[in-house]
T-cell receptor, first 116, second 111 residues
């Protein structure tokens, strides 16, 4: 079974530029998450989708971050304009249930962003 | 915040020794999970313990949960160099739709 796919793996941009990350979840997984992990910290949820609907985006900085999951499969996370503090790993994850209770979340390898 | 905190932040042991790391959290939970993250990689699920369980085993892993103290521990027995990674606890609070991750323990196993 293929895992969660993410691209690009690495990206370096200048501040105020824009960047987009793509994620393809495990086939059949209805729930998709985007997490931000700053170096030395644990992952922090940015947004959670159930199919193509948003379940939770309370931690998403909506003035610069946007995400969509058209057709309920692939997802794109965009940052525009980027700030230095956005340097982090952006982890996509998926699961086959809405609530994580008693359920495993499967993570991709992450997209590493450096803003200079 | 529901985020857990791991202790210690970093741990260095010799191969063959046991490694113990702890997690404390603040709110009531349904379950607690432990994940491993190798350097430069994504997180991998290790084990889940439900709030009505006190101890669980999986291979060389032993997890305990004390809901009265809002804490959990992960024990890795007979450690190997390949166990070198960061370990995170994650909780799903009652009513929560997602997992809240701790700050992680960075384990180094010296061959």
């Amino acid at each position: 079974e293929a895992g969660v796919a993410q691209s690009p793996r690495y990206k370096i941009i200048e501040k105020r530029q824009s960047v987009a990350f793509w994620c393809n979840p495990i086939s059949g997984h209805a729930t998709l998450y985007w997490y931000q992990q700053i170096l030395g910290q644990g992952p922090k949820l940015l947004i959670q989708f159930q199919n193509n609907g948003v379940v939770d985006d309370s931690q998403l900085p909506k003035d610069r971050f946007s995400a969509e999951r058209l057709k309920g499969v692939d997802s794109t996370l965009k940052i525009q304009p980027a700030k230095l503090e956005d340097s982090a790993v952006y982890l996509c994850a998926s699961s086959d249930r809405v609530r994580p209770s008693g359920n495993t979340i499967y993570f991709g390898e992450g997209s590493w962003l450096t803003v200079v | 915040s529901q985020q857990g905190e791991e202790d210690p932040q970093a741990l260095s042991i010799q191969e063959g020794e046991n490694a113990t790391m702890n997690c404390s959290y603040k709110t009531s939970i349904n379950n607690l999970q432990w994940y491993r993250q190798n350097s430069g990689r994504g997180l991998v699920h290790l084990i889940l313990i439900r709030s009505n369980e006190r101890e669980k085993h999986s291979g060389r892993l032993r997890v305990t949960l004390d809901t009265s103290k809002k804490s959990s521990s992960l024990l890795i027995t007979a450690s190997r160099a390949a166990d070198t990674a960061s370990y995170f606890c994650a909780t799903d609070g009652t009513g929560a739709n997602n997992l809240f991750f701790g700050t992680g323990t960075r384990l180094t196993v010296i061959p």
